[in-house]
């Protein structure tokens, strides 16, 4: 089956769907507020599958490597391992001591196996989130301060370049990695995004390099070419795209989840799970490096 228009995945429809992530030959997503982890194939349409209920926001989930059926999460107002069927093990909080009340957000491994997990005020409070990184060590690490609502990251194939999007200022900046150590240098401006071309919100880069961003409020997703210049636009029938994977057939099939969380008016698609065949192939989702020391 080809897919040559944006096509609803399943009957679900999210308050804030996320996270799409192409994991074993299978996508994993998460229905942010309502703590769920969910997966699905991608060779046709169907139920999703819940494979964990938490009581507490989900941003996002990592594979951990050797560990089939285990999960990094940013979660709350932290970081948890996720165990088996209902295990929960916190390795770190990074935000309950925030002056305005906060959660986590959006979050992915790299290639070398750490864990980048984005925080935001719940009010959206400019400034008062960041981007942390977490090694095998267990330890959190502020990457990036001063964020505003943090989405992506996203890693290049080497793990050498990383973007990442501040969805409330309309920005994306890139970023040079260390490979050895996750430091980061040479920030440099991205994408700076007109309101009404809609707000950058999750993130994947494809095998070829280029960028593709979810357009909150655009109705949209984008491909960017590596020096930033505008390689493709699909347009969506839904005005809130949140995350972008490549996965399926060939890992050709780009999966977008969406949200209607705070429409005034729900179109009939708002909040699917959506997925079309392009003609570039994207990667697998990275997996973490089991912890040596959770913390």
Do not use: K
Not at 151 to 178: H, I, K, S, W
Not at 212 to 230: H, I, K, Q, T
């Amino acid at each position: 089956m080809r897919l040559t228009e944006p096509t609803p995945w399943s009957a679900d429809r999210f308050e804030l769907g996320e996270g799409a992530r192409w994991v074993d030959e299978r996508l994993i997503l998460v229905d942010l507020l309502a703590g769920r982890l969910l997966e699905t194939t991608g060779d046709e349409p169907g139920p999703l599958r819940e494979l964990r209920r938490l009581d507490a926001p989900l941003g996002a989930v990592a594979p951990v490597a050797g560990a089939a059926g285990d999960w990094l999460a940013a979660v709350g107002t932290g970081v948890a391992l996720l165990t088996g069927a209902d295990g929960y093990r916190p390795v770190a909080d990074l935000e309950s001591g925030n002056a305005a009340p906060a959660r986590m957000n959006d979050a992915v491994a790299d290639p070398h196996g750490r864990f980048w997990a984005g925080s935001m005020a719940q009010d959206t409070t400019p400034g008062a989130g960041t981007l942390y990184r977490i090694a095998r060590d267990g330890v959190p690490v502020p990457a990036v301060t001063g964020l505003t609502i943090t989405n992506g990251p996203a890693f290049d194939a080497e793990g050498c370049t990383m973007y990442l999007a501040d969805t409330a200022r309309g920005e994306v900046d890139r970023f040079t990695v260390d490979p050895p150590t996750g430091g980061l240098s040479g920030r440099e401006p991205f994408l700076r995004l007109a309101a009404e071309e809609g707000a950058p919100d999750g993130m994947t880069v494809d095998a070829a390099g280029h960028l593709w961003v979810a357009l909150w409020g655009g109705y949209a997703v984008r491909r960017y070419r590596p020096d930033g210049s505008l390689e493709r636009e699909l347009r969506l029938p839904v005005a809130q795209p949140t995350s972008v994977c490549l996965g399926g057939p060939q890992l050709r099939r780009l999966f977008i989840t969406s949200a209607h969380y705070g429409l005034a008016t729900r179109g009939p698609l708002d909040g699917a799970l959506l997925a079309i065949d392009v003609d570039v192939a994207g990667t697998p989702a990275r997996a973490v490096d089991p912890f040596e020391r959770p913390s």
